[in-house]
């Protein structure tokens, strides 16, 4: 059984034997959102999708290949906001997850509120039409 490291170096050279059969047209069937799908390469590879992500080695294998194909007019080339992007480091929100929840909550009372207003007007109508009768007889 091979350990992490000898996995990774054998994942790497799977890309490597991978790549090199694929062909330009190959790699335009696998584009997707202007980028190879990490999907489609894992399998090709026999990795695991998140080796693609967690290997050092292999990611930048892959993204000198992306570099290749944008050069090469496979990919489409990068629009400047895209470029920048890629080169500041991405923060990681640790509040993305509560603010989602907060926005589906807010959605829901909405709702409520909306629902308890239409049921306030509907007992307002039946209190006044009790009025008027109580007030005739």
Request: proline fraction near 2%.
């Amino acid at each position: 059984m091979a350990n992490g490291q000898q996995k990774a170096q054998q994942n790497v050279e799977a890309f490597i034997r991978w790549s090199s059969t694929m062909a330009d047209d190959d790699y335009r069937q696998i584009v997707h959102r202007g980028k190879l799908n990490r999907g489609e390469i894992a399998k090709g590879v026999g990795c695991a999708k998140s080796a693609l992500l967690q290997n050092p080695k292999l990611r930048g294998l892959l993204d000198r290949l992306e570099v290749e194909l944008r050069d090469r007019e496979v990919l489409p080339k990068l629009t400047k906001s895209a470029v920048k992007l890629a080169k500041s480091p991405q923060r990681y929100d640790q509040t993305a997850t509560k603010r989602q929840q907060d926005a589906k909550r807010i959605t829901e009372l909405e709702l409520e509120v909306l629902r308890l207003k239409m049921q306030l007007e509907r007992f307002k109508e039946l209190s006044e039409v009790i009025l008027e009768l109580g007030l005739e007889s």
